[in-house]
């Protein structure tokens, strides 16, 4: 890999995705460095970084709103490649309070844009490249009959979320065609595996049905979603970062369809079977029914649904596997239900990491998002 994709600035490199990736791509380049920038919001955690070489990736504290400390980490570690993950991500906190996804989407993207435009366009020309991290959720929602989206499918967000990335996304591809910014677009569908906040889907019903907790299901539980390993997720930013066409967008999927409640049961059934094989996790976790012999279904409680929930998401990854290379590996079928079951076992064998980030603040919006249902 040649130093430009080498050395890399990336921005929320704490959080879920952004960490997953720094451990990808240090492992995949051993001449790679990174410079994470991160605000540390409760979404960030230095926990998701343990373990990585510290001479080979520096933290610093900031927020990428700050485009003067932007330039200078730029300037300071020479770096001309950057890959934005720094995010609001969760559409639930978009609904109760937009007005922090508007300022860090919206105007920390345009903050980053300007300063790769002042330190890689004007103070020093030469190869350069801008990778922002976006989402299928752009394109609003579809029925079960419709085809998977593509990228020249029309953007329609539905959440403050959706919306701010579908403006940030706008920016990016803006500073490319006025300014020239080698920039590029990956919209990637919703993923799973380590170090993700158990306030999303997956780890939440993982972590709930061990402590006993009720597994919150919004409305009928058939909401569709594309399920992609976080591991695949990175794969393909890395070969994004190789191969991609700066102003194109590349929609990145697991081909793996599945509802809530699909989702649900497969968390259950690992569970449930893991204690009837281990005996110490009936110690481990004693609030968890199956300690007692009962399945975590028990937990299961319908909730009121999102207003404005949107029922399906599904991406055709054709130009992605055309253009880049890319294959998801925990693709359909059996593949993807042995790579859901490793990541149960990893929350499983990794309840200091979770017990960690889930601090009194966490606790508090959980509830209340819980109690507004
Ligand atoms: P996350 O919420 O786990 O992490 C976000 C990180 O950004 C945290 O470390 C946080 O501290 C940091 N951050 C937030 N505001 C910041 C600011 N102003 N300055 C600097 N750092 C800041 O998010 P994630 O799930 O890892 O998602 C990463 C990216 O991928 C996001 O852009 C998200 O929109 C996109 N995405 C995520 C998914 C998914 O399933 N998780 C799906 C599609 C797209
Ligand atoms: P989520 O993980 O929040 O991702 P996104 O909304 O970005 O797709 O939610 C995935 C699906 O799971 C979505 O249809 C909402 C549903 N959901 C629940 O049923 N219960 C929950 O507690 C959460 C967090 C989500």
């Known amino acids: 890999m040649s130093t430009l994709h080498s050395n890399l600035l990336v921005t929320g490199g704490a959080g879920f995705i952004g960490a997953n990736f720094v451990r990808a791509h240090l492992a995949h380049d051993p001449t790679a460095r990174v410079v994470i920038l991160d605000a540390l919001t409760y979404a960030g955690n230095l926990g998701n970084l343990e373990g990585i070489d510290a001479e080979r990736c520096t933290f610093v504290r900031g927020d990428i709103r700050d485009t003067p400390l932007v330039c200078d980490l730029l300037r300071q570690h020479q770096l001309r490649a950057l890959v934005h993950f720094a995010a609001e991500s969760h559409v639930d906190r978009s609904i109760l309070g937009p007005d922090l996804f508007i300022e860090t989407n919206i105007v920390g993207t345009h903050s980053l844009l300007k300063a790769t435009r002042l330190v890689w366009l004007e103070e020093e ?7 922002h991290v976006s989402t299928d959720e752009v394109y609003g929602s579809l029925e079960l009959r419709d085809a998977a ?14 919306a701010s990335k579908a403006a940030s996304d706008h920016l990016v591809r803006a500073y490319h065609e006025t300014f020239g910014l080698d920039a590029v677009i990956t919209n990637c569908s919703n993923n799973y595996g380590p170090y993700q906040l158990p306030e999303k889907l997956v780890p939440l019903l993982i972590v709930n049905c061990l402590l006993g907790e009720r597994l919150p299901v919004y409305g009928d539980g058939l909401h569709v979603r594309d399920w ?4 695949d997720h990175c794969n393909a930013i ?3 970062l ?12 697991g081909e793996n369809e599945r509802t809530s409640l699909e989702i649900l049961r497969l968390v259950v059934s690992a569970i449930d079977h ?7 996790l009936a110690t481990k976790y004693p609030q968890c029914p199956a300690a007692a012999g009962r399945s975590c279904a028990e937990l299961v409680a319908f909730v009121r649904d999102r207003p404005g929930a949107d029922r399906r998401y599904a991406l055709d990854i054709t130009k992605a596997r055309r253009e880049l290379g890319y294959c998801p590996h925990a693709i359909a079928g059996p593949k993807f239900e042995a790579a859901f079951r490793d990541t149960v076992r990893w929350y499983m064998a990794n309840d200091s990491w ?6 009194g603040h966490y606790r508090e919006w959980v509830a209340l998002n819980y109690n507004n249902r």
């Open 354 to 359: 979770w017990k960690s980030v889930m601090d």
């Open 149 to 162: 989206f593509t990228e020249s499918s029309p953007v329609r967000p539905n959440s403050p979320y959706a």
């Open 228 to 231: 992609l390993h976080v591991q």
């Open 274 to 280: 893991a204690f009837e094989r281990d005996a110490s």
């Open 238 to 240: 890395l070969l994004a």
């Open 125 to 131: 020309a030469g190869a350069h490249r801008f990778h």
């Open 242 to 253: 190789r191969k991609g066409v700066a102003g194109e967008t590349y929609n990145i999927g």
